[in-house]
């Protein structure tokens, strides 16, 4: 019967065909796809398949200095990866936009409408490049749809200088030609997402090509000033701000949180939809012992959040032996936001950090909503963003600091904003060198300002996926080598009030005893995955025991192995052979 109703169904879709003269999707000739306004509209609409999916944001922090999870990326591991295990030399997604670009001048519409197009189809190639340029570095150029028998199909990778010329023009063009009419649905590419857009991608490499001096790669000014040209231009449009409207305590994790992006500030967002399935898995990453990468922040970085006086926390001479409802309390209200604090409550009732899924003591919230529904399953539908205006804000405050220009005014304008917004109550210009900072993170760096500048994107960008190119631009690999140590335990043996309501819950053992007590999480101190750093007390170790090793070859991932059977012209990044 089956085979009959498939039968059936053939002959009544080729009647139909023949009725309506259509063809098979995969023989549509351009005189037929490239017609209206429309037909550009719908075109161009498959290429938002290139900007990253809620999963991919929420997760690509995951690698990172900040973040301890089960296990280490075998990455970082001495020896355990190389090309066989590498990936995303795919090129679907640009044949696509470069077919677009050759045939959409045959469309029925002005030149302004075409441009408006283009514009869009060169947004997303330049988008397509730079994740490529961040992976692999040097990678061949096609601006030309590919046979094959075109020469070009096995030509070597041109070089990064060429490459990035051409995503720069691109960007140029897109600012130019898009409309520049505000999306309030932050789902569409716009000119301001373009401009948004330059500003990281001019960042990236102008910082890039002033701190890995090995590359012999020249202009970063160039492209730090392209960089602050594009953020002063989104900054002097008045389309965008900083969301205020719920207050310190709640306008940063709105952001996070809210259905539909918060268009005051988000200027292209992921959004999900019930209706059409749509959804993603932050509350079942963030919250699940045996789903996801089990990720948590690390005590190095949560000292790195102010005071609500706008004082540094390590600072204090006991910052390293506080307990944990006393060293979160007071502090930069985005902290609050970020992590579950010891009085976290959802639904009405107690959520302090759970020691089932964090390995430090630092568990994220930032992507999870309050419902406990949508811990065990992949049916979030909370809108993640892609852009908002802070980073645009941070690409200029650095930018500017980097050629050496930045003043009070550019600090009043950018950092004091989101810090005001975080409820931080001094914040005045830098006049000192943070110790803590420089010792820890930027050893090299001597210029108070940049510092505060690189402590505030970590903190306002934390978990959005920025942390690991920083690291890269900034010719920081190195931090990736950092201990995961967690929250200070007192003692081993004796329960600790963790949620600061009187009550013991959490106990820290070496082996959990055969008559536990109700109400209380044991967490095991075995003295190889997790140990103290004073023995029997201290601040928690995890997976310690696993040597990372970073070398500067690794700023880019081998190129596939495959790839380079299938086209000898192709050589393998240095230090991967």
Known sequence: MKKLLIILTMGLLASCSKLFDLQPIDKLNPEDAFRTEQDLRLYTNSFYLVLPSAEEIIREDVMSDYLAGRNVNPFLLDGAFNANQSSGWNWGNLRNINFFL?????????????????????????????????????????????????????????????????????????????????????????????QAFKSRVCLFEGTLRKYRTDLELSDADHWLDEAVNAAQAVMDGGAYILYTNAGEQASYRQLFVSDRPVSDEVILSWVGDRSLRIFHDANWAYTSASYGSRVSFTKTFINTYLKLDGTRFTDEEDYGTQLLTQELAGRDRRLAQTIRMPSYTREGTPAPPDF?????????????????????????????????????????????????????????MTVAALRRRAGITNVSYPQTIDPYLQTNYFPGLNDAVLLEIRRERAIELALEGFRYPDLIRWNRGKLLEMPYEGMYVPALDIPVDISGDGRPDVAFVNEVPRETQPGIQYYVIDGTQSRLTEGDRGRLLWLNNIRRVWENYKFVYPIPYNELVRNPNLEQNEGWN
């Open 102 to 194: 050759e045939h959409v001048g045959r469309a029925e519409v002005s030149d302004a409408v075409k441009n408006h197009y283009r514009g869009i189809a060169r947004f997303f190639r330049a988008w397509f490049y730079f994740d490529k340029v961040k992976r692999f570095g040097d990678v061949p150029w096609y601006g030309h749809t590919l046979n094959t028998d075109d020469p070009d199909l096995y030509k070597p990778r041109d070089p990064r200088q060429l490459v990035m010329d051409s995503v720069l023009a691109d960007l140029n063009f897109a600012v130019q030609h898009i409309s520049n009419q505000k999306d309030p649905s932050a789902t569409q590419v716009t000119s301001w997402v373009a």
């Open 356 to 412: 089932t899924y964090t390995y430090t003591g630092y568990q994220p919230l930032k992507f999870t909503v309050e419902a406990r529904s949508a811990d065990g399953r992949a049916e979030n539908i909370n809108a993640i963003p892609i852009i908002r205006y802070a980073e645009v804000l941070l690409n200029y405050a650095e930018a500017r600091a980097e050629r050496g220009v930045f003043n009070t005014n550019d600090w009043e």
